[in-house]
């Protein structure tokens, strides 16, 4: 049931991207060991435009004979440079995207009873390819809002519920309020099958129970909110599933009759693909329904059908890592290239690229900042790396002020993100990149302003 070709496609994807990412430090460093050389801004520009594709700026080799070259700023810009070029070709080429899979995905989910799928997973950047990759759904069809420890905000999903119904209401999208179909809310917490002690939800203190906790605990709680405040039976669907990131492999909580699960009660999907190896293809869905069907007493059919085809899915995924990375992904621990912080960021489909804060300002989402600034203090600042954080608002071109607002919101993040890190950001420990885009027209990221320049500014300046 594994799709081979898919899998060569999305890995290809992966290894280039993350490749790009990768180049940065080992042409730092040679372009290091010749900042004292006769010709050194020359040497410098020949080898990053054929190591990286583009050149550095001038401004910052200039200084190199006369000071240390200052590594910190140099190795900001080249990753963000990288994010931009990245961003650049997500969003002309579409290189994940199928417009065909996405219009059949919605016949596929309203069959099941849904016409929303609303997923929080964790913000651990091992989580970020959970839509495309793990799931294997079209990351269009699907809305994505990770938190940290999958601890999504309640009063978020209420508001996204509302805008739902009111477009169905309003304009029968994406179908009219008279067929009987539910938002399905879903949250996705992991642990490490390797390292269960270290390697888990850096936000439930590693505890895989906790974590799973975490999440139906909001799940319910949304559900109860939805219902307390809406008459006339509204209410939602819920689905709990877990990931272990060192492998891949999801194990799905099967609500019962009344839309209920439990924390032992679940499927998962190494499991079940172990039972299916021998059969056909047909066999094998055939199988995969009735393990749903056992797991829970009387799962609503529709649901039933999701979670089957959510197991095949990953099957793919479990091929997947097996294929091209082993018994279990190399990089079991934390190993993002960057934090991404605001609103937006539907570029990042890939495993361990990104950790996440989505936020509208500094104040509420500082656990999750927090979380992703000491993530990062391991990974880079332990190195002499800065923290690269891309501050990004997307926003609906339509109406009218939004993207002053976007950028104001930039500018607002990125002070109170400098401001509550003063220490890092004035050793040239943090840097961050402002950044906006028009999410209607779906064209590329526009980029207001740089750590790296500001500072080059202030210096030309003082
Ligand atoms: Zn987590």
Known sequence: MTRVDENQQLFDYERCVKASFDAIVPVLKRISALQHEEGFEVQAQAIAREQLGFGLPAEILEDAWVNQLDMRRLFAWCLF???????????????????????????????????????????????????????????????????????????DSIQKWVETEMLRLREGRPNDTDMPTRYLKVAVYHYSSGDPDNQGCAAHGSDATRAAQGGLDQL?????????????????????????????????HVPDASGDMGLERYLDADEVRKQTLRLSAYEAEARITELVYATADNVAPGMAKLISRLIANNFSQIDYVRAFHGEHYEDIGHAERF?????????????????????????EATQDLDVGVSIFTKLNVSHGLPIPVVVRYD??????????????????VTDALTARYAKLAESGLLHTLQVVRDCNVGGR??????????????EARG
Do not use: W
């Open 445 to 458: 990221i526009e980029v207001l302003a740089c750590s790296v320049n500001a500072q080059a500014t202030q």
């Open 339 to 363: 934090i991404g912080a605001g609103i937006g960021f539907e570029e990042v489909q890939l495993r361990n690229l990104t950790y996440f804060a989505y936020l509208d300002t500094v104040e």
């Open 81 to 155: 440079e990288t994010y931009r070029r990245f961003c650049d070709e997500f969003f002309t080429e579409a290189p994940l995207g199928s417009v065909e899979e996405e219009q059949a995905f919605h016949t596929f989910i309203q069959d099941c009873g849904f016409h929303t799928l609303d997923v929080s997973p964790c913000a651990d950047g091992r989580l970020a390819h959970v839509i495309r990759y793990v799931l294997r759904l079209p990351y269009r069809a699907v809305r994505r809002k990770s938190y940290a420890g999958a601890m999504f905000d309640v009063d």
């Open 220 to 252: 319910s709680a949304f559900r109860q909110a939805i219902e307390n405040s809406f008459c006339c039976g509204a209410s939602i669907d819920l689905l709990l599933i877990g990931l272990d990131t060192d492998t891949d492999v999801i194990r799905v």
């Open 395 to 412: 926003y609906h071109g339509q109406v009218p002020g939004a993207r002053e607002r976007a950028i104001k919101r930039c500018a607002r």
